[in-house]
């Protein structure tokens, strides 16, 4: 079974500008939950999607946002970005019967 | 979401055994206590989960006492390739969702 794949890997984008990024989960699951790693903070909770709706959302701005298509494919929005922004974003997926998440590859996002 | 607390780092050799405990003294009655790995710029990998007493898989055990509010993973005749940052996650997805919150893990060093 494939895993969980992010694309894309790698992005640099200038302060200002806005970025999408996609991940499609492991075939069945129906949630996708996003994380954003950096360095100083560690790994921190964006949002969760389940069935297309957003079920649990973490303590970050506005400029963060996501959804999700009816095949389970999520996209997550970021605008106007900051130089803080700059971290590695994760993509979970999970299985409805069990409480394991299974991690993507992540994008490494980079803003000068 | 009950918060973890892990020791910060450990350094062992290979072929020997690494035991890193995790307390947990807010654990609820539905959560389960999962562990995961990561290598850098890579997504969190899953070890092993349980709920009570001992859980074995193929890379680890997972020791929890009846009280739960610990709880510790064990890496048996550990090698290089698991030189990583561990991290341990209690919750409970549920109703509520998958919201994983990643305390600060533990960086293990395995030294040849």
């Known amino acids: 079974k494939a895993g969980v794949t992010q694309t894309p890997r790698y992005l640099i984008k200038t302060r200002g500008q806005q970025v999408t990024l996609s991940c499609s989960p492991i075939?069945?699951?129906?949630?996708v939950s996003w994380y954003q790693q950096t360095p100083g903070q560690g790994l921190q909770f964006l949002f969760e999607?389940?069935?297309?709706?957003?079920?649990n959302k973490g303590n970050f701005p506005g400029r963060f946002s996501g959804r999700q298509f009816s095949n389970s494919r999520s996209e997550m929005n970021v605008s106007t970005l900051e130089l803080g922004d700059s971290a590695l974003y994760l993509c979970?997926?999970?299985?409805?019967?069990?409480?394991?998440?299974?991690f993507g590859p992540g994008t490494r996002l980079t803003v000068l | 979401l009950a918060k973890t607390t892990q020791p910060i780092s450990m350094d062992s050799y290979e072929g020997q055994e690494v035991n890193i405990t995790c307390s947990h003294n807010?654990?609820?009655?539905?959560?389960?206590i999962t562990w995961y790995q990561q290598f850098p710029s890579q997504g969190p990998r899953f070890i092993i989960q349980?709920?009570?007493t001992k859980v074995t898989n193929e890379v680890a055990s997972l020791f929890i006492p009846a009280d739960r509010k610990s709880s510790t993973l064990s890496l048996p005749r550990v090698s290089l390739s698991d030189t990583a940052v561990y991290y341990c996650?209690?919750?409970?997805?549920?109703?509520?969702?998958?919201?994983?919150?990643f305390g600060g893990g533990t960086r293990v060093l395995v030294k040849p």
């Open positions: 349980g709920y009570k």
């Open positions: 979970a997926s999970t299985a409805t019967s069990t409480d394991t998440q299974y």
């Open positions: 996650l209690v919750g409970d997805s549920g109703a509520a969702g998958n919201k994983l919150t």
């Open positions: 075939s069945g699951h129906r949630s």
């Open positions: 999607y389940f069935s297309e709706t957003q079920r």
């Open positions: 807010n654990i609820a009655t539905n959560d389960y």
